[in-house]
């Protein structure tokens, strides 16, 4: 199996406003930490917005922050928000269309969902938190305090 990379950046956005605690996070600068382009940012930020892994704060001084505590946000619940299906063979396809006389009782089946319910077992048991805390330098690997405006503080633009 292999996660989109969707999922992939997702997942870094998250860990970026986790390790950003001290106040919003803006689009620019995780993709500027990433080095992926900005519009793709805002394509993810849709489906995480909308499961309330973050919130969305508009305006001038807007930005991006988590939804709820990094410790309460599991792999698995990004996983579960940005890929599209789990189906590792075509037997786990909703559509119907099986051309295997074996689909009602085939072992591959089973060992297949077995497997998949082990990988979403191990996801669950990781949360954001994990993740940014892995990585005690991550404020610095991502460039973070360059960029770091505390909540409510007037937004200035970088040195150049």
């Known amino acids: ?13 998250l860990m970026y406003c986790a390790a950003n605690n001290q106040g919003l996070s803006r689009i620019p600068e995780i ?13 993810i930020l849709q489906p995480l917005n909308k ?3 973050v ?8 930005g991006v922050r988590l939804g709820r ?14 890929e599209d299906s789990f189906a590792m063979a075509e037997c786990f396809e909703d559509d119907g269309e099986v ?8 072992g591959l089946n089973s060992a297949l969902r077995k497997a998949l319910n082990a990988f979403f077992g ?17 404020n ?4 973070i305090n360059e960029f770091a405006v505390p909540r409510g503080s007037a937004v200035t633009a970088p040195a150049a």
Do not use: H, W
């Open 69 to 82: 505590p990094a410790t309460d946000i599991s792999l698995f619940d990004v996983v579960r928000v940005t």
């Open 99 to 106: 051309d295997c006389p074996l689909v009602d009782s085939c």
């Open 122 to 138: 191990v996801l669950m048991e990781y949360s954001i938190d994990d993740l940014v805390k892995a990585r005690p330098q991550i």
């Open 1 to 13: 199996m292999r996660l989109t990379k969707q999922t992939n950046y997702a997942v870094r956005m």
């Open 31 to 43: 993709a500027k930490a990433y080095g992926v382009s900005e519009l793709f940012l805002f394509k």
């Open 55 to 62: 919130e969305t704060v508009r305006g001038r001084n807007g």
């Open 51 to 53: 499961a309330g892994l």
């Open 140 to 143: 610095f690997l991502l460039g």
